[in-house]
């Protein structure tokens, strides 16, 4: 059974998923293949527990002692908020790098379930999923994800502004009955017999099973989840408690080899049971037709039965994965904090795998910790590697036997080769549609001699759907030894896209050696060609004083970097093209442009404004260069914020850079 609509995070089954079926664990290469474990080690008020040592911990193999031959502590930082800069919160940086995804922190998904009801409680889902992002540590990634058929995805990102937003723009609630319609045999044909739910549980697991180094975290926001069907009530439908129980093993099973953490917050809060309680019910209930006492008393019981029915179906995966379950309580966003302070602290064991005749032969584990009051929680199954024949070829991973695709198709970058990437969209000539313009740096590809890349870019939409793809080959040239593994080297592409909000994912293979690596980001293409007034997005170049470094790009002279730190003695300028409707005939007016440059504390260090007349738009577009002054800016973090405007209309673009 298939969820309508799909499940975002890119998790459906397209050119964008995690396609390849790994049953390899992330694995320690200390020669040998190891199994790897995240464990999380709480005491009795879940609290992490810090400074054990590898022979703290005993690990057992379906039952027997294994040796831990790889170890290490992780203590996620926390937010140091009074160290950021005070617009920090609001602007995440414009280059995107491939290296977020291997370090040491939270995977967090969002989930807003269908079964959010609506009077007002779709609010409070919101709050406590904002609150989750608020919570999110400097190194963490989170995703959204919905299982209502109408849908905002947002896939991994350090971007809370761009979670908040994805969270905040529309209504979660269902226009299903509350949590009766997965309890009914299938009243709401979108989701027969819950099962969408569980499916998507299941799609969100095996899709992180491979992220290593994270701790896995799934904050579910819902009224229930359908985990149980009574004999009697399938009978009352097209019969569901078959496909239930297989659903429900099928993500247990999951759940069992992908380490994720299930936390279940109720977004009611405390409720009141029956129909007297109930502004919906006119008169309090007390003009329906009842026969006494005793049935006002039985619908009493089973509004209560159905409240915990529900109330209990969210324990379950959290008593399975070690997680929290936030119901019968107000301001459960209260709580989420509590979620992330009892992850700031795991460790890292690795055990040698056993070897098995079949793949599918799942293996369990316990870990014990020595302890008074501490519990481990980790993964409870893994799978094998599988005997080969003499002579068989060892399998390969996925990524390097797939080149490109292998390294486009993850759920994170792959990270095997360091890469950032700047994208930036400019009108184009004809037409509504734009230019993206995209600089990759893989100087991490450099070599003594030239290289030749492979470089795929691939587009998708609001809702995960693949729009636009292009392929070339670029040449690096060779680099003295010295420099070649610090040499800046960028690859330059573009891409025609409609207005609309984008992800842009791109990867770069080595044709001599079959390295490979990729890097994702966001782009939004405004309407370039028909709004009155518009504004490109910000591309940085550098170069040395009076030798100005442009290619002609379509109809825009630049050659970004993807450099935001600078010398004071270096020299950059920030370009953006400002637009009056490319595709319109009426007349130009004058557009007033200030830019200003601020500190970490918000004060201005540069601000200067300037007129764009009529004579200054060419095919109704204008260019503007601004200098940065480095040599004149203290060591620190800045803002750049270009403001435009036209007749009461205004339109801003930042940029954060750095001052060494």
Excluded at 73 to 101: F, H, K, Y
Excluded at 151 to 165: E, I
């Amino acid at each position: 059974m298939r969820p309508i609509g799909g499940i975002v995070l890119l998790l459906l089954c397209s050119a964008w998923l995690w396609a390849q079926e790994k049953s390899d664990q992330p694995a320690f290469r200390t020669g040998v293949e190891l199994v790897q474990l995240d464990v999380s080690v709480l005491d009795d008020q879940r609290q992490p527990v810090r400074g054990l040592a590898a022979a703290d911990f005993t690990v057992l193999d379906n039952g027997a002692p294994r040796p831990i031959r790889a170890f290490s502590a992780v203590d996620i930082p926390a937010r140091a908020r009074d160290e950021e800069p005070v617009w920090a919160s609001t602007l995440a940086p414009d280059v995107a790098t491939n290296q977020a995804g291997v370090q040491e922190g939270r995977l967090l998904i969002i989930l807003m379930d269908r079964s959010i009801p609506g009077d007002g409680v779709t609010v409070r889902a919101q709050q406590i999923a904002v609150a989750a992002v608020d919570a999110l540590g400097p190194q963490d990634l989170a995703a959204l994800v919905s299982t209502s058929g109408v849908y905002t995805p947002q896939n991994f990102t350090a971007d809370r502004r761009r979670l908040v937003t994805a969270i905040m723009q529309r209504d979660w609630s269902t226009e299903s009955s509350g949590f009766s319609w997965s309890l009914d045999g299938g009243a709401d044909p979108r989701c027969f017999c819950g099962l969408c739910v569980l499916e998507a549980l299941t799609r969100i697991s095996d899709a992180v099973r491979e992220a290593p180094r994270r701790r896995k975290l799934l904050l579910f926001i819902g009224q229930g989840i359908v985990v149980n069907f009574a004999p009697q009530a399938a009978t009352a439908g097209p019969g569901c408690e078959h496909p239930v129980k297989l659903a429900r093993q099928k993500l247990f099973d999951s759940l069992a080899t992908s380490n994720l953490t299930v936390h279940s917050v109720d977004p009611r809060g405390l409720q009141n049971v029956g129909d007297m309680t109930k502004a919906a019910a006119g008169g309090g209930g007390l003009d329906r037709p009842v026969n006494g006492t005793a049935m006002r008393m039985q619908q009493l019981m089973d509004a209560r039965n159905s409240m915990l029915r529900a109330q209990d179906s969210l324990k379950i995966l959290p008593a399975r994965t070690g997680g929290r379950a936030i119901v019968g309580m107000n301001a459960p966003e209260d709580k989420i904090p509590d979620i992330f302070r009892e992850s700031e602290a795991y460790y890292l064991l690795g055990f040698e795998r056993e070897r098995a005749e079949k793949s599918d032969e799942r293996r369990s584990i316990e870990v014990k910790v020595a302890r008074k009051g501490a519990r481990a929680f980790a993964q409870r199954q893994y799978l094998p590697l599988v005997r080969r024949a003499p002579g068989m070829a060892a399998r390969t991973s996925a990524a390097a036997s797939a080149g490109v695709n292998g390294s486009i198709a993850g759920l994170l970058p792959d990270a095997a080769t360091p890469l950032s990437l700047s994208a930036s969209a400019f009108a184009g000539s004809q037409g509504d549609k734009a230019f993206v313009n995209i600089t990759v740096d893989a100087g991490a590809f450099a070599r003594i001699a030239a290289a030749a890349l492979d470089v795929t870019v691939l587009v998708a939409d609001s809702t995960g759907r693949e729009v636009g793809s292009a392929k070339q080959t670029s040449t690096l040239g060779g680099v003295e030894k010295s420099q070649s593994a610090s040499a800046e080297a960028n690859v330059r592409t573009q891409i025609a896209l409609e207005p609309g909000e984008y992800e842009l994912r791109v990867a770069i293979a080595d044709q001599t050696n079959g390295a490979t690596g990729s890097v994702f980001t966001y782009v939004r293409v405004p309407k370039f060609a028909t709004a009155r007034f518009s504004m490109s997005d910000v591309a940085i170049e550098a170069g040395s004083a009076g030798t100005p470094s442009l290619q002609q790009v379509e109809s825009v002279s630049v050659l970004p970097t993807t450099r935001r730190s600078f010398n004071r003695n270096d020299r950059a300028h920030a370009f953006l093209q400002v637009y009056q409707g490319t595709q319109r005939t009426d007349a130009l007016v004058p557009v007033s442009v200030r830019a200003r440059i601020l500190d970490a504390t918000g004060a201005a260090a540069r601000d200067e404004s300037l007129v764009l007349g009529a004579a200054d738009f060419r095919a109704r577009r204008a260019d503007c260069r601004i200098a940065l002054p480095l040599d004149r800016l203290p060591p620190g973090e800045y803002l750049l914020e270009i403001e435009a405007s036209i007749s009461g209309e205004r339109d801003t673009r930042k940029l954060r850079f750095r001052v060494q």
